[in-house]
């Protein structure tokens, strides 16, 4: 072992040996990358904006001594700031003065000094747009609410099949649930300079200008909880108009603003109104006028393509009545309550596109039995299935041609039937996709208002090209699944020598991104919803793979948005459906509302969501006051879906008042911290005090001396306390008590959804690593390796996949977390925040050899490559951005070091 004598000249010598390595006379320092309020386009803002700024430089070492910002207006480049040079090493979270409302919005740029007063060059300008207060336009349809006679208020699901609720809905104008076109032409005479366009459309809304969409985007805007929010997108569509006729044109479906049932799957039915849509266009020409367009009265609907559509049930599309319906007057019609704002959060697009991968046949006398598989009529002879290789949300692709008139289905599953056709008993059926051809040349369509969780494509009414067609059906030349998901950036990557926890991160990541919609949802096909436990038990393993940044925001408004008079958060939000009482509050989920923003605190270094949010904060935790008896929690669900010899669900092996109250802890703890920083000393102190009598009254009637565990002994009860730190001078003790009980069960875990996270995380910071490497290195049930060795490609809701309903949840997702930050050893100092002052230590353990991790701070990215070599050594490779710096540990030694890239060994 080295004396702190030995260790000191090591660390040194490693310094000097590598600045010296990497210093060059033409070193320079560039910037790599700019946000504006954490948008990295086109910043949208409405009232005080900051700015950020990442950095590279060919020099070891180097670091920022000043910066120098210059606000422009756009077209006029007008300056309307400029900071001059400002010493600081400072290069987030930078206050730029207040910016008025203007025609053609601003760019921004900033350029900095080096450690040895060198300036870099200009960052690419950014554009700003501060977004008007109110569209003054006016929401037109086909038909208003009343008119359609649609029921007021959000039902449970336990009203569905009565009467009454039946009566209400067979009562309701089918025009309502319509997809629709509208519409406006108009002229343009002048030179355009500038054309912006804030448009709504609810539920989601496709745009064109003179027949070319505009943007990208699938199921915009996001939805929400429409009774308090509706965003709006904003687009530069200065290049898309014609100085002569143009025409605007949008097309509209129901999504999660709308849900009727049909005759299809739903999981649910409630409106907010009939497709609708606000829209303003505001034209700057060379001369110095502007033109407004608006929607309003004048405008023209026509009904659409789309026969069907539903966020739950598909959709059918007849190409034969494209320009053929004709065009009416719309309606001015009531508009949604909420508020009307910018969506600054990533939009959900089209990111990834798989072929087929395995065609199946259906044998003819296998249709009867498959058609009953599937509770249908009859399954259509032509019956094909293709395997995508891949389960993720999304929807099918085809490009076709045949005969005006002739009709494809698809169904589509995560599953197969014994017969070999799509099986979707466990995740909600009907649920199919229609095109009727249009009989001209080859067509391609995908679905543009409704997605679903699928690996397998199952055609009827179609031949693939090339195959015999006899009955001369329609000829599919192209089939892909579109792989549809929130386009927040990616931002980590992960693998090691451990095939098994590298494959495991890519199951995760898959399942991860299927189910990054509008909100964070459990699964892509049944339910869809925003079920709030794994937003805050997965919050690590999101921040470290993806840009969080403005993602996060919108989720904490929709439980801010959600959350009812008396204080409490219901699991899912925005909560479009009641499952009732038991389902409908859990600490374990609605503690997320608390908790996430903590998680993005630490990631970014931006407590704005503590300080804006502290109040709704508060009367959460007084909630769960006034539900304590004797300072504990007895409801909610617990550690849903534990381990054991059962089909998972409700909580077996822990008690829900445990896990409640642990969690009532947790919002205490960090309610501490929240007042703070929300200047409410007071408050503080309050819960401070309650947070410790709590703890007390914890430690009281679960805590058994005799056995040196919490209640039952489980493995969740034991972890909580752990991770929570409130065991006293018991810890040593429970901890040994949780590692033996793991050893009872063979090295496996007992914990299930919210306990997963607490049993690792307790282990790991305590020094346990190489049992949690023994408990997921294996190929058996609970582990990722069995549902790698089932063959599922993203995680599945029960570690049996067998015995699940769903084949694609990201709740397990706890590990990934331990592969960073464990393994991979990548984490930030004790009491700092955003990623600028790091540790890094490497755990290689099991049979590990080798790590590659990276990570993208505000700062930039953080890269790490270990390797241990037979003679124990370990050499470590280290990337660390401008702005930051690091402890890399191994083998009992320490090196400290800035930005740069660092080779080192110990």
Not at 241 to 269: C, H, M, P, W
Not at 283 to 301: A, C, N, R
Not at 507 to 531: F, T, Y
Not at 655 to 684: F, K, N, S
């Amino acid at each position: 072992m080295f004396d702190n004598k030995m260790h000191n000249r090591l660390r040194y010598s490693l310094l000097i040996a590598f600045i010296a390595l990497c210093f060059t006379c033409n070193a320079k320092i560039t910037i790599t990358k700019t946000h504006c309020n954490f948008q990295h386009e086109l910043a949208l803002i409405t009232g005080n904006s900051q700015v950020g700024w990442q950095m590279k430089s060919d020099r070891n070492s180097d670091w920022q001594s000043a910066y120098q910002i210059i606000v422009r207006e756009r077209i006029t480049n007008d300056t309307v700031y400029n900071s001059w040079k400002i010493s600081s090493s400072r290069s987030q979270q930078i206050d730029l003065p207040t910016l008025k409302r203007n025609r053609y919005g601003y760019t921004w740029r900033v350029r900095v000094w080096d450690s040895y007063g060198e300036a870099s060059a200009w960052s690419k300008p950014q554009d700003i747009r501060v977004v008007p207060d109110a569209l003054d336009a006016k929401w037109i349809g086909a038909i208003s609410k009343a008119d359609a006679k649609l029921p007021e208020g959000r039902f449970a699901n336990t009203e569905f099949k009565k009467d009454y609720f039946k009566k209400a809905w067979d009562n309701v104008d089918s025009l309502s649930s319509r997809s629709i076109i509208v519409k406006k032409e108009f002229k343009i005479k002048k030179h355009i300079i500038d054309a912006v366009v804030y448009v709504s459309g609810l539920g989601h809304y496709e745009l064109e200008i003179n027949g070319v969409k505009v943007g990208n985007s699938e199921f915009a805007p996001l939805w929400s909880e429409y009774s308090k929010t509706v965003y709006y997108n904003v687009y530069d569509v200065t290049q898309m108009l014609s100085t002569s006729q143009n025409e605007i044109a949008v097309l509209l479906g129901n999504g999660f603003f709308n849900v009727q049932r049909g005759d299809r799957y739903s999981k649910l039915q409630t409106s907010f109104g009939p497709p609708q849509v606000c829209l303003r266009l505001e034209v700057s020409y060379d001369d110095g006028t502007t033109q407004v367009l608006k929607s309003g009265e004048t405008w023209k609907y026509c009904l659409s393509p789309i026969t069907f559509n539903s966020i739950y049930g598909g959709e059918s599309y007849d190409a034969t009545l494209e320009d053929k319906m004709p065009w009416h007057n719309v309606k001015v019609v009531e508009g949604p309550i909420g508020k009307l704002v910018p969506q600054t959060a990533p939009p959900v697009k089209i990111m990834e596109r798989y072929n087929v991968k395995e065609w199946h046949h259906i044998p003819s006398d296998s249709l009867v039995s498959a058609a009953k598989a599937m509770k249908r009529d009859a399954v259509h002879p032509s019956v094909i299935v293709a395997d995508m290789g891949q389960n993720l949300a999304g929807f099918p692709e085809i490009s076709v041609s045949g005969k005006r008139g002739q009709k494809i289905r698809m169904y589509v599953s995560e599953r197969l039937t014994n017969q070999g056709v799509c099986d979707q008993r466990q995740t909600g059926r009907q649920h199919f996709y229609e095109y009727t051809l249009r009989g001209k040349g080859i067509d391609t369509w995908h679905p543009h208002f409704s997605y679903y969780g699928f690996r397998y494509i199952q055609i009827e009414g179609a031949v693939m090209q090339g195959e015999p067609n006899p009955s001369g059906l329609p000829v599919i030349y192209a089939l892909n699944s579109c792989f549809v998901y929130n386009s927040a950036g990616e931002m980590g990557t992960f693998k090691c020598s451990n095939e098994l926890f590298t494959r495991t991160h890519r199951l995760i990541e898959r399942a991860e991104r299927s189910n990054m919609q509008a909100v964070l949802s459990d699964c892509p096909h049944r339910e869809k919803l925003g079920w709030l436990e794994q937003d805050h038990l997965n919050g690590p393993s999101l921040l470290l793979n993806y840009d969080m940044k403005t993602y996060i925001p919108k989720i904490i408004r929709d439980i801010t948005d959600t959350q009812k008079a008396n204080g409490m958060v219901p699991t899912t939000a925005p909560q479009y459906v009641s499952f009732g009482n038991l389902f409908d509050d859990s600490p374990e989920w609605s503690s997320t509302l608390i908790i996430l923003p903590f998680m993005y605190y630490d990631q970014y270094g931006d407590s704005t969501l503590i300080v804006e949010n502290f109040d709704s904060m508060r009367k959460y935790v007084d909630y769960l006051g006034t539900k304590a008896q004797d300072n504990i929690l007895d409801f909610g669900l617990g550690d849903w879906y534990d381990y054991g010899p059962w089909t998972a669900g409700f909580s077996r092996n822990t008690p829900v008042a445990l896990v409640a109250t642990a969690h009532y802890i947790y919002d205490l703890q960090l309610m501490q911290r929240a007042a703070m920083m929300a200047g409410y000393a007071d408050e503080a102190e309050r819960y401070a005090s309650l947070c410790a009598s709590v703890t007390n009254s914890f430690n009281n009637r679960f805590y058994r001396p005799d056995s040196c565990s919490y209640t039952s002994g489980s493995q969740c009860a034991n972890a909580l306390p752990l991770f929570l730190g409130i065991c006293g001078e018991n810890k040593d003790s429970v901890l040994q008590t949780l590692i033996n009980d793991i050893h009872k069960h063979g090295d496996r875990l007992t914990t299930g959804d919210v306990g997963n996270r607490y049993l690792i995380q307790a282990l790991a910071r305590n020094g346990q690593d190489e049992l949690v490497c023994s408990m997921f290195n294996h190929d058996e049930a609970p582990g990722y390796g069995y549902q790698l060795k089932f063959g599922a490609t993203t995680l599945t809701e029960q570690w049996d996949p067998r015995h699940g309903s769903s084949w694609n949840h990201f709740m397990m997702a706890q590990i990934d977390e331990w592969f960073y930050t464990s393994v991979a050893g990548i984490r930030q100092k004790e009491n700092t925040h955003g990623m600028q002052h790091l540790d890094i230590r490497p755990q290689l353990v099991g049979n590990m050899t080798e790590v590659a991790a990276s990570t993208e701070t505000i700062y930039g990215e953080v890269r790490v490559h270990a390797l241990k070599h037979p003679t124990g050594k370990v050499t470590i490779n280290v990337t660390i951005p401008v702005g930051c710096d690091a402890d890399v540990t191994s083998n009992g030694l320490t090196s400290h070091i800035e930005s740069g890239e660092w080779k080192l060994e110990f």
